[in-house]
């Protein structure tokens, strides 16, 4: 999306030296490249244009939590996609309560992650050179359900329960499930709102998302990728 910053900014930079030497390096796919001094909504719109001149995605390595999400805010902004994936905030694979919101952030960003496409992942420093689990060990441990497709509500509630969630009469919070008549709600980690799939027989017929307290729909959806409530265990 081409903003009114944007364009300014663009002509701005126009013949300018240092910004000319670094998209040249960026065209020949010199990487990686260090950018210093450039903050903010300035340092964002480089980002964009460096990502422009790649087929590919771009990763970016910030020094801090906050600057990721700034980052992150920023190229939304510029309507650029981008994908943030969050650091544990404590020692890598350190003591995090189950309930803590970043497994549930960092699952849903370690499967965006495995489907590989053209965009910018945003890291902070220690969420960079922290070990992940294998791209493939990350698309095993995941079930993909769709509008339509058979369904197994038993067989599900087995993974559900390997995926570390809690069956419970009524979810309240993220991790948990519930099963009731021809009715599965689940609250996935690193969603707003729980999800209820509502299956005919053998076969789903409705997705939704809704409010935990009100009960009350909120979007219906055709497919959903159900994860592990944590990324180890």
């Not at 990487?31 to 590919?56: M, N, T, W």
């Not at 499930?177 to 729980?194: C, K, M, S, T």
Request: aromatic share 10%; hydrophobic share 40%; no cysteine.
């Amino acid at each position: 999306m081409k903003t009114l910053l944007y364009e300014r900014l663009t002509e701005k930079l126009r013949g300018h030296g240092a910004a000319k030497r670094l998209f040249q390096r960026i065209q020949g796919n010199t990487f990686p490249v260090d950018v210093h001094g450039p903050k903010d909504s300035f340092f964002a719109y480089l980002v964009v244009r460096i990502f422009e001149r790649r087929k590919g995605p771009l990763v970016v390595v910030v020094p801090t939590e906050q600057e990721a999400s700034a980052l992150y805010e920023d190229l939304y902004r510029f309507g650029v996609e981008a994908l943030h994936l969050p650091w544990w905030g404590t020692m890598a694979y350190g003591e995090i309560p189950s309930s803590a919101p970043v497994h549930g952030r960092r699952m849903r960003a370690l499967n965006e992650l495995a489907e590989v496409r053209r965009r910018v992942i945003i890291a902070p420093l220690r969420s960079a050179v922290t070990p992940l689990p294998p791209r493939k060990e990350i698309l095993r441990r995941r079930i993909e359900l769709k509008k339509g497709a058979s369904f197994d509500p038993l067989s599900l509630g087995k993974e559900l329960n390997e995926f570390g969630y809690s069956r419970v009469p009524q979810v309240g919070v993220r991790g948990e499930y519930a099963l009731r008549g021809e009715v599965l709600d689940i609250f996935i980690p690193g969603f707003e709102n729980p999800l209820r799939v509502v299956f005919e027989f053998d076969e789903i017929e409705r997705i939704t998302f809704f409010d935990a307290q009100t009960q009350s729909s909120i979007e219906n959806s055709s497919t959903v990728t159900v994860y592990p409530v944590k990324e180890v265990n």
